[in-house]
């Protein structure tokens, strides 16, 4: 290993490379490489030596030519081959030939900077590809000579510079956070950077007070922003210790309040509930993040600030979406699905959400985002969410924002006798219908029933105006096997585990249609949902069940003698 190999790998040690000028007037050197929590495959390095670049379901492979001259299958795939994550692939096999393997491919971007490629130069792939080139540094270096470092810090320069330049004008969000997070790890990377990284902690500090909010959820109320900042914020920390600098206290608060809610959004499996842009959960990245969680504690039972309740009784789960859509400069993802709920037992997902394809979303997004694709009540087949339409105010705007929905959502829960009520209402479909739309549940002590019912109700010295037809959809996860009953007013439910289910409406017929579950780590795929149609202006409220087998027959029974039986607590 040559001189400049021996330096790069002293860095475990705490010893520095000489490196290039960076900036005019100043020499500089890369003292740290951050630590990457992503998981590696080292059996994918193998791909990428023959030439084969398999990302987001896609492959292409270069046949001899440069991989960054070539046209891209997908976004996804792009996005992915210019954030150079795969270089943990590689680092993973550890071997002289990924090592050249990897210098190759990094000397082929950083030696062709005109390249026109827009999205290597969108925000939170240049991002990505700063943090890359910092933490798979010691993949890049190795074995290499000093022209090769120099050349490299060039490049990365040259790219911390566009960072810097982004912030102009940069989405807001999270490819705002990761733009922060990236400038705050090249200051603590990079020496005599004193100056860099006070503009960068102070920076990164407010923008984590302002996104994240006091129970520790994002701004987006998109669970899935939790992991992709966690993911990066943790070795953030460290690399402020090993530098021998203090973390900024709002980085360590957002961290020590983001932490419990991995927790609150889990289902029995493992996986999140589906809400808000929330696609298949990265289970490997997950149980990585819970591994630095000291608290392991229940989950919280309500996120009063982000907007989302949680009943959990016996191994019976229900998560529920209780507030308004986030404000409009991060509602690219936000879905309108207010007062929908998932529901698990134990190990399996019986009602879910749609969810977001985590691959190909701009085929389901307009779907994905409706109502229509949440378990909960729809009015006139219209969200209660209104997003811009038009393709020009798409690509001013960076997206399809949220331009309406409810503004005042409510929520309250009670404990009462052998069991928890919740009660939230929206006033989302107030302003075209009329109504507010108020649902109430009620789960069982051991979690072995869970009562909703869920009503539409003029406002106070209002009436219904215009149509006044609604559906109450209740999508179901397609391990679940569904069986209408010979009454048309049930469905059985029988899951993986031969655990069985069933649902009931009091008064009204249910029909068994089809559906997609949007969110499966295979793509799409069929499943089936309970839909009950009806009519405010003659039905104003419908009372539904579900039961575990064990009490079903009483279900049944109350079903039967619906006169005397009580309304649920309001």
Known sequence: MGRFARSAMA??????????RLWPGRADRLIIAPHDLRTADATRAA??????????????????????????PSEDWEVALLGFGWLRHLRAADTAITRANARSLVEDWISN???????GRRADVLARRVISFLSQAPLVLGDSDSKFYRRYLRGLAREIRYLRYTMLDIPDGVPRLQVLIALCYASLCLANQARHIKTA?????DELQRQILPDGGHISRNPGALIELLIDLLPLRQTFAARNIA?????????????????FFRHGDGNFALFNGMSGTPSDLLATLLAYDDTHGMPMVAMPHTGYQRLEAGTTTVIMDSGAPPPPGVSHDAHAGCLSFELSSGLNRIVTNCGMPATGRDTWRVF??????????VCHDVSSCQFVELSAMKRLLQGS????????????????DNGMVLTASHDGYLAKFGVIHRRVLRMAQDGARLDGEDS?????????????????????????????????????????????????????????????FLAGNDGPRRTSQIVIRQDSRHVSSLRWSFARSAASASATAARRTASREPELPL
């Open 368 to 377: 994905a985002r409706s109502t229509a694709a949440h378990s909960t009540l």
């Open 201 to 205: 902690t102070r920076k990164l500090s």
């Open 11 to 20: 860095r475990a040690s705490g010893g520095s490379m000489a490196l290039a």
């Open 247 to 263: 973390p900024p206290p709002a980085l360590l608060n957002a961290i020590d309040r983001m932490m419990p809610m991995l927790r």
């Open 456 to 516: 539409l109700t003029p406002a106070p010295g209002g009436r219904i105006r215009g149509d006044s037809d609604y559906v109450l959809r209740f999508h179901l996860h397609p391990a679940v096997k569904a069986s209408r009953l010979s009454d048309a007013r049930g469905v059985m439910l029988v899951l993986p585990n031969r655990e069985v289910w069933t649902f009931e409406a009091l008064d009204d017929t249910v029909e068994l249609e089809d559906s997609v």
């Open 113 to 119: 900077p005109n390249r026109k490629r827009a999205i």
């Open 47 to 72: 791909e990428v030596y023959a030439g084969r670049f398999v990302f987001a379901g896609k492959i292409v492979t270069c046949h001899g030519r440069s991989i960054f001259d070539l046209e891209s």
């Open 401 to 416: 924002l949220i331009v309406s929905g409810p503004s005042h959502v409510e929520s309250s829960r009670e404990a009462v």
